[in-house]
């Protein structure tokens, strides 16, 4: 059985309004007014109509979301970044033409260790007792083990430039958003908690350490830098390692860049990788390909 159109409200009453109108020209037509009777009643009930049609509701049938010009639910505008591959991880590395200054990509950059980072911090200085010392310590061993975020939780890719005795080091790689957003929190406190602290190397050795903020360009979700410091002696003489890392979110995956040696922190090159790869990974995280792509040197 075929079901009736709906009649919007605002019609049936409108449409009693005009039937009213009718009767009242009828009645006036048996005292001689028919004709000025029944246009007052016409444009009254127009008028109503009008009146009422007014007030309807205008909004789309569709049911769009008021309050964003589009009509599209608010913060749909962007959409989420997909979730990184191992192949979106080497993908989004950085290579050569991504750096000024003559840096040469290196095959070997996974086993890069700096022996001045090993040691134990000194817990005796700290007032505040282990806890800040254990954050310091940390600190150090992340730089050494080059995984200062934590563990990866998914895909990860790495490489590494050389350029005289200065190294530039980078790592793509997913994370857990919540514990990566901690790690960097963590990463914003040590200028404080760790501003300057005695590492006790291996062989008796004293290393002083100082650690200062460092400003980090405008890319990503959120990000976090830091310049280390590290005084004391290497092959037989008196060295300073200079060490600048930065950190990127971008969506639940990041960009680490480490840059320095003993010829200084790298400043420049590291601002530089560290624009060029947070962007590379958002290409990457948006389903596109950067360009050039990176040269397989496994």
């Known amino acids: 059985m075929s079901r009736r159109p709906v009649v919007p409200p605002f019609r049936l009453v409108a449409s009693a309004l005009a039937a009213a109108a009718l009767l009242t020209t009828a009645a006036c037509s048996d005292d001689g007014a028919a004709t000025t009777a029944a246009d007052t009643a016409a444009d009254q009930a127009r008028a109503a109509e009008r009146d009422i049609a007014e007030q309807a509701p205008t909004g789309s049938p569709t049911g769009s979301a008021t309050g964003s010009p589009t009509g599209s639910p608010t913060g749909s505008a962007t959409a989420s970044p997909s ?152 092959d037989g003489g008196p060295a300073t390692l200079s060490l600048m890392v930065t950190a990127v979110r971008v969506g639940d995956s990041a960009v680490t860049v480490t840059g320095g040696g003993l010829d200084g922190d790298q400043k420049d090159s590291v601002e530089q990788a560290t624009q060029a790869g947070a962007e590379r990974l958002r290409t990457v995280l948006d389903g596109g390909t950067p360009s050039p792509q990176p040269t397989d040197l496994d």
Request: proline letters at 3%.
């Open 83 to 234: 979730a990184l591959t191992e192949s979106g991880a080497k993908a989004a590395l950085l290579t050569e033409t991504d750096l000024e200054g003559g840096w040469n990509q290196v095959r070997d950059a996974g086993k890069w260790r700096d022996s001045m980072l090993i040691g134990q911090v000194d817990v005796a200085q700290f007032l505040t007792g282990k806890a800040d010392a254990s954050d310091c310590q940390e600190l150090v061993d992340g730089l050494y083990g080059e995984d200062l975020l934590g563990k990866p939780s998914g895909a990860s890719a790495l490489t590494g430039f050389q350029q005289g005795d200065s190294r530039l080091l980078e790592q793509v790689a997913a994370y857990d958003r919540a514990a990566l957003d901690d790690r960097l929190k963590w990463m914003a406190s040590l200028p404080q908690k760790c501003d300057q602290f005695t590492l006790d190397g291996s062989g008796g050795g004293e290393r002083t350490v100082q650690v200062t903020e460092v400003p980090v360009p405008e890319v990503g979700d959120a990000r976090q830098g830091l310049h280390v410091t590290v005084r004391g002696d290497a």
